[in-house]
T-cell receptor, first 110, second 116 residues
């Protein structure tokens, strides 16, 4: 039972443009959400997080938006850079465990 | 400060053999977490250990799988009598304190297990 879903397995964006990665979840008890970035042959690295008491969190070029009523979060990267090319996982926590999405492979075209 | 180390990076086993996956946490980290990523799926929590204690093994299959984190040495994830369905990437993460928040966990590069 996939409680966190990333329905787009891949995304291609031109350098300098905005990348928008989407994530949906089903469990209303989730109260903390994160995005991880993963390069090939490496483990995931934490990127940005957001608590359920907020609807937006920004860190440099990365912004995460949370829509609790829609059980949807998104990661915006602007401007996108070729070094952003990686697999992005969203994850959600209910305080006990973490539930990860299946990932979206982002390719930023120079 | 070395990151989380996992070895081997790739492991090939035949059905029925045993697989041992090792994880050395970051220096100063006493909390270890194991995750499994099956093909086409996200990472799934398996087990959370502190030194010499299993804290939460709710994500681990009841049979054939075991984990330990001894006082000295790396954490070991052991899979007995492997089957093809065990083929996956196994990731280890470590933290300095109990972490219900993933951003406090640092991941290793993973071990890719292939069962022939």
């Amino acid at each position: 039972d996939q409680q966190v879903k990333q329905n787009s397995p891949s995304l291609s964006v031109q350098e300098g443009r905005i990348s928008i990665l989407n994530c949906d979840y089903t469990n209303s008890m989730f109260d903390y959400f994160l995005w991880y970035k993963k390069y090939p042959a490496e483990g995931p690295t934490f990127l940005i997080s957001i608590s359920s008491i907020k609807d937006k969190n920004e860190d440099g070029r990365f912004t995460v938006f949370l829509n609790k009523s829609a059980k949807h979060l998104s990661l915006h990267i602007v401007p996108s850079q070729p070094g952003d090319s990686a697999v992005y996982f969203c994850a959600a926590s209910n305080g006990n465990q973490f539930y990860f999405g299946t990932g979206t492979s982002l390719t930023v075209i120079p | 400060n070395a990151g989380v180390m996992q070895n081997p990076r790739h492991l090939v086993r035949r059905r029925g053999q045993e697989a041992r996956l090792r994880c050395s946490p970051m220096k100063g980290h006493s909390h270890v977490y194991w995750y499994r990523q099956l093909p086409e799926e996200g990472l799934k929590f398996m087990v959370y250990l502190q030194k010499e204690n299993i804290i939460d093994e709710s994500g681990m299959p009841k049979e054939r799988f075991s984990a330990e984190f001894p006082k000295e040495g790396p954490s070991i994830l052991r899979i007995q009598q492997v089957v093809r369905g065990d083929s996956a990437a196994y990731f280890c993460a470590s933290s300095t304190k109990p972490s219900p928040r993933s951003d406090e966990q640092f991941f290793g590069p993973g071990t890719r297990l292939t069962v022939l």
